[in-house]
């Protein structure tokens, strides 16, 4: 699907360090996934992940945690809170809340 196909490309970015095109790749992954398969789906989880990750990476951390509290409440209601990718997600949050001063948040 196209949504697949943006999310890869903007993957590609990550790793060749061009946050500003991954970024614009995951938003429109993200917002065809939203439509077509509804916030509850995991790859809109998996996109929200990544644009938790963008956004971290550019000091934006209050959209950064956003990002992976939204990924983290799909996470959990499909696969369970004590699922790996639950715990990395968590994690991720956790690093978010630290660069915000937010010791005793998630």
């Known amino acids: 699907s196209v949504a697949k196909v943006l ?3 903007g993957i590609m970015y990550t790793f060749k360090n061009n946050a500003d095109v991954a ?3 995951f938003k429109n992954s993200l917002s065809i996934r939203i439509s077509a398969l509804g916030e509850s789906d995991l790859s809109v989880a998996d996109s929200l992940c990544w644009l938790g990750n963008i ?3 550019n000091e934006d951390y209050a959209e950064a945690r956003d990002c992976f ?3 983290h409440s799909t996470k959990a209601a499909v696969l369970g809170d004590n699922h790996p990718e639950c715990a990395e997600i968590l994690h991720n949050t956790g690093v978010v809340c630290d660069d915000l001063g937010l010791h005793n948040q998630r």
């Open 69 to 71: 509290l939204r990924a």
């Open 55 to 57: 956004h971290r990476e």
């Open 7 to 9: 999310h890869n490309i």
């Open 23 to 25: 970024m614009k790749c």
